[in-house]
């Protein structure tokens, strides 16, 4: 069984910085891609980035690319989302999850273990 675990949400203004960090159980991590979704209230939870196993791929949403960077640390079963220049649409609560099989990185069913989620609130 893999747990996932979200931290680093909170409350930041327009245009300040928050990095969410997702700590994942399990000795296989590194064998797999990691994504990051985000649902806000009375909408569909959408893509927002992922990682490939290795490191050397990512792929990011048109709406946070430049802005957001999602990075993995193997050795701590760790990947993580910098999220640089904030804005109030980008308040939502992000999961992460772990990308089961080979299929779509963008698409969520291709995921197979998510987390409880973080909340990340942007004020105008």
């Known amino acids: 069984q893999v747990q996932l675990v979200e931290s680093g949400g909170g409350l930041v203004q327009a245009g300040g910085s928050l990095r969410l960090s997702c700590a994942a159980s399990g000795r296989t991590f590194s064998r797999y891609a990691m994504g990051w979704f985000r649902q806000a209230p009375g909408k569909e939870r959408e893509f927002v980035a992922a990682i490939s196993w290795s490191g050397a791929l990512t792929y990011y949403a048109d709406s946070v690319k430049g802005r957001f960077t999602i990075s993995r640390d193997d050795a701590k079963n760790t990947v993580y989302l910098r999220m640089n220049s904030l804005k109030p649409e980008d308040t939502a609560v992000y999961y992460c999850?772990?990308?089961?099989?080979?299929?779509?990185?963008?698409?969520?069913?291709?995921?197979?273990?998510w987390g409880q989620g973080t909340q990340v609130t942007v004020s105008s």
């Open positions: 999850a772990r990308r089961g099989s080979g299929g779509s990185y963008y698409d969520r069913n291709e995921y197979d273990y």
